[in-house]
């Protein structure tokens, strides 16, 4: 089975300043990876995937990811910060067909935005 | 409109109670699922769909049940609520297995 770990459950950070919002998974098959952000009382929604091809993802919103197969990894980076970043950001791993084709996720880090 | 709904947005029930949450999705999409959100636990997949008239269990689906008779619509039911299911509940659908999930605006459930 997989399974997702977000190493920070908080993460703040000044404006414009860079950040890295981190996730290792597990899994013994490939898998297919996610980072979803949810603003205060909203849904979720996606920023980026990484399903094959380069390690190296861009997202919406100036955010990318880069999948690490050895280290299992897939942090989520963001050069320049803003206030609106201020959200609650989901890591999530698909496991394909030997996973039941069932997304899981981490149980998300809080990026706070300070001015 | 297009999209995917969840109804109703706010519910307060007894423990004990039948209570059934909706999700309805404009897009025809092949899978939905249902989860749920609690403080230090993220999302966790309760059920999920990958058609109509196919279901499958998901990390916490105890004392939970779902259908599916037609393509748009995954209610969930909770047959005997308890307190420990108050939570914030979150229905989203995606087209394929491992394409972008929509998700609903969600649904706060409190068991008194």
């Known amino acids: 089975a997989q399974s997702v770990t977000q190493l920070d459950s908080q993460v703040p950070v000044f404006e414009e300043a860079p950040v890295e919002l981190r996730c290792n998974y597990s899994?013994?098959?490939?898998?297919?990876l996610f980072w979803y952000v949810q603003y205060p009382n909203q849904g979720l929604q996606l920023l980026l995937k990484?399903?094959?091809?380069?390690?190296l993802v861009k997202g919406i919103n100036g955010f990318e990811a880069e999948f690490n197969k050895s280290q299992t990894s897939f942090h989520l980076r963001k050069p320049s910060v803003h206030i609106s970043d201020t959200a609650e950001y989901f890591c999530?791993?698909?496991?394909?067909?030997?996973?039941?084709?069932?997304?899981?996720f981490g149980a998300g880090t809080r990026l706070f935005v300070k001015a | 409109d297009a999209g995917i709904t969840q109804s109703p947005r706010y519910k307060i029930t007894e423990t004990g109670r039948q209570v059934t949450l909706m999700c309805h999705q404009t897009?025809?999409?092949?899978?939905m699922f249902w989860y749920r959100q609690d403080l230090g636990h993220g999302l966790r997949l309760i059920y999920y769909?990958?058609?109509?008239?196919?279901?499958d269990k998901g990390e916490v689906p105890d004392g939970y049940v779902v259908s599916r008779s037609k393509t748009e619509n995954f209610p969930l039911t909770l047959e005997s609520a308890t307190r420990s299911q108050t939570s914030v509940y979150f229905c989203?659908?995606?087209?394929?297995?491992?394409?972008?999930?929509?998700f609903g605006q969600g649904t706060r459930l409190t068991v008194v």
């Open positions: 899994s013994s098959v490939s898998v297919y």
């Open positions: 897009w025809s999409h092949s899978y």
């Open positions: 989203a659908s995606s087209a394929g297995r491992h394409t972008e999930a929509f």
């Open positions: 769909s990958a058609a109509a008239d196919i279901t």
């Open positions: 999530a791993v698909s496991a394909g067909k030997a996973g039941g084709f069932k997304t899981i």
């Open positions: 990484y399903l094959s091809g380069s390690t």
